[in-house]
């Protein structure tokens, strides 16, 4: 990967970063009280969504802050498994990836045959 791919890709991932920080920032987990238990109990459903993507959104925002700080070392782009090139396709559709389609394919096998 060359110093122009690894600029474009820290760009677009400081881009979603700052994307997602002000919407996670927006999102409000807090439930007020009201006086119809439907209401109330609509608001508790919405709450428990909103927290499950508050979660989501905040483990990716750490895998996001986790990549930037990899783009510029010597090992971004290499698969932590086999150590090969990840495809740049690959990189571009999922910049936080840190394995190559092999072997991200091989361990999501191996977990579905652990777990099924």
């Known amino acids: 990967m060359n110093s122009s791919q690894r600029i474009s890709i820290r760009q677009h991932l400081e881009l979603k970063l700052a994307e997602l920080i002000e919407r ?8 007020e009280s009201c006086a119809d238990d439907n209401e109330y ?18 483990k990716l925002i750490i895998d996001m ?26 990189i571009k559709a999922n910049p936080t990836t840190r394995f190559c389609v092999s072997c991200q394919s091989r361990m999501e096998e191996d977990h579905l045959g652990r777990v099924g």
């Open 24 to 31: 996670t920032t927006a999102r409000d987990t807090a439930v």
């Open 65 to 90: 802050e986790e990549t930037l700080s990899r783009v510029d070392n010597w090992d971004f782009g290499i698969c932590e498994d086999c150590g090969e090139e990840i495809a740049l396709a690959r």
């Open 41 to 58: 109990a609509s608001r508790i459903s919405e709450q428990k969504i909103n927290l499950a993507l508050h979660v989501r959104e905040t």
